[in-house]
């Protein structure tokens, strides 16, 4: 095999690359479009206190810091803790990167749910308050 032959390898498993993940994104983009709102820290700021806010990120990543007044529901659990969150008010939903607060938001679409937002930039990027559990 030639480096000719090694190099067009390559570039045909880079750009395989390249469209596994942008097709990746493009179904996490239309499928929170189909399940939520998507909204801004701005916009989150301002409805979270008529709200239920909820970090569907696992619970070490919560206790390690979460946006005041949030609620942990773990995504791993989130399908039998559903029953807790509440149909008339708005649910606001956020993880790290919005991956895992898109599927949480098809689900809660897919039982009923309406009234769904997901925080546009996830906690990485949040500038609120926020509380972190103590450790001892």
Same mark, same amino acid.
Do not use: C
């Given at each position: ?32 479009? =189909?399940?939520?709102? *998507? ?5 989150? @700021?301002?409805?979270?206190? /008529? +709200? ?34 509440? =149909?008339?008010?708005? *649910? ?5 990167? @919005?991956?895992?607060?898109? /599927? +949480? ?32």
């Amino acid at each position: 095999m030639g480096i000719s032959q090694i190099l067009l390898w390559l570039n045909l498993v880079l750009v395989s690359v390249l469209l596994f993940f942008g097709a990746n994104w493009l179904f996490y983009y239309f499928m929170g479009k =189909k399940s939520a709102t *998507i909204i801004t820290e701005e916009e989150f @700021k301002a409805g979270m206190r /008529r +709200a239920q806010i909820i970090d569907v990120r696992e619970k070490n990543e919560f206790d390690a810091g979460h946006i005041l007044g949030a609620r942990n529901v773990p995504y791993t659990l989130f399908a039998d803790s559903m029953g807790g969150i509440r =149909k008339d008010i708005p *649910i606001y939903l956020y993880d790290n990167t @919005k991956t895992l607060s898109v /599927r +949480a938001a098809n689900k809660l679409r897919k039982q009923g749910y309406t009234n769904i937002f997901i925080l546009k930039t996830g906690y990485s990027e949040w500038s609120g308050k926020t509380k972190k559990k103590k450790m001892l």
